[in-house]
């Protein structure tokens, strides 16, 4: 299915900013996401997602990361938010809200 978007998502990279931890999202395709971590907990991983349209510029986006970790996003590109829910291998549960601003080339925010 191919996702109709007012702001541009695929092909682009994104800063997610959650307190102090700070991921580089690229979204590579419609089924990948290279997340390259930038300051914080986590590493880098390419991982395969699933991601359904909310509404227009608002994604849900899940994956399974190579630890059996689960994660949820809800993306408002719109609005510069992302939810996240995480499930650890152990069951631990965490829930982060934060900022998602486009990165240029230099992988810099560029809207700030």
């Known amino acids: 299915?191919?996702?109709?978007?007012?702001?541009?998502?695929?092909?682009?990279?994104?800063?997610?900013?959650?307190?102090?931890?700070?991921?580089?999202?690229?979204?590579?395709s419609e089924k990948q996401i290279q997340i390259k971590l930038i300051q914080g907990m986590g590493k880098d991983q390419v991982v395969n997602c699933n991601r359904v349209l909310i509404r227009p510029?608002?994604?849900?986006?899940?994956?399974?990361?190579g630890d059996n970790s689960t994660v949820t996003h809800l993306e408002d590109f719109a609005k510069g938010?992302?939810?996240s829910n995480i499930t650890m291998p152990?069951?631990?549960f965490y829930?982060?809200?934060?900022?998602?601003?486009?990165?240029?080339?230099?992988?810099?925010?560029?809207?700030?």
Request: aromatic letters at 14%; glycine letters at 4%; a negative charge.
């Open 1 to 28: 299915m191919n996702i109709t978007e007012d702001i541009p998502v695929i092909g682009h990279k994104y800063m997610a900013i959650f307190g102090e931890n700070r991921y580089l999202l690229n979204f590579i």
């Open 95 to 112: 829930n982060y809200k934060g900022t998602l601003e486009l990165a240029d080339e230099d992988n810099t925010i560029t809207n700030t």
């Open 81 to 83: 938010i992302v939810y």
């Open 90 to 92: 152990d069951n631990t």
């Open 57 to 65: 510029n608002v994604y849900m986006v899940t994956w399974q990361e």
